[in-house]
C-alpha cells in the first residue's frame, strides 16, 4: 500500500476541524452569499426533481464535506511517525473489522430507518467505517 509522507498529517486536524466548524455553520444557517454560484447537476432534487441542468445553490455544505473528506483522507492514509512493516497487516485486521462492524451497522439501520432519512444514515456509515478503521488501527498499534 502507497501511504502519503508523515508530514501531510499534521494538516489533517487542521483541515478536519476547519470542516466541523464549516458544518456547524452551515447548520446553524449561515450562508455566505459569496459562496451562491451556479454549477452543473446530473440530478437536482429539492422542490422538483431536474436533470442535466444548471442550478443555483450555496456551496457551504459542500466545502464542509471537502474540508472533512480531504482531512479525514490526510488522517487515514498517511504514514506513521515511526512506520515498520508490521503496520500493514494491522491496517488490514482494522479495515477487515471497520467493514464487518459498518455492514453490521448498516444493516440494523435499513431495518429501523424508512424513507429518505436512509439516505443520510448511508452517509453516516460511510464516515463510521473511515473512523472506526482508523480508531481500530490505532487500538491495535497501542495493544502491540
Known sequence: MTLLNYNYKKYSTFLILLGL???????QGVR????DIKTFAIVSTYMESRYFQFISTN?????ALI???TGIYL???TKEKNE???????????FMWALKSSLICFLILYLLFYGYIIFAATTGIIIFFIMSY?????YLIIKK
Not at 456551496?59 to 466545502?63: I, K, P, R
Not at 515498520?84 to 482494522?94: D, E, G, N, V, Y
Open 67 to 69: 474540508l472533512l473528506c
Open 59 to 63: 456551496l457551504m455544505d459542500e466545502l
Open 134 to 138: 482508523y480508531l481500530y488501527f490505532r
Open 84 to 94: 515498520i512493516s508490521a503496520f500493514q497487516t494491522l491496517r488490514l485486521k482494522a
Open 75 to 77: 488522517l487515514v492514509f
Open 21 to 27: 466548524v464549516v458544518l456547524y455553520l452551515y447548520l
Open 32 to 35: 455566505p452569499i459569496w459562496l
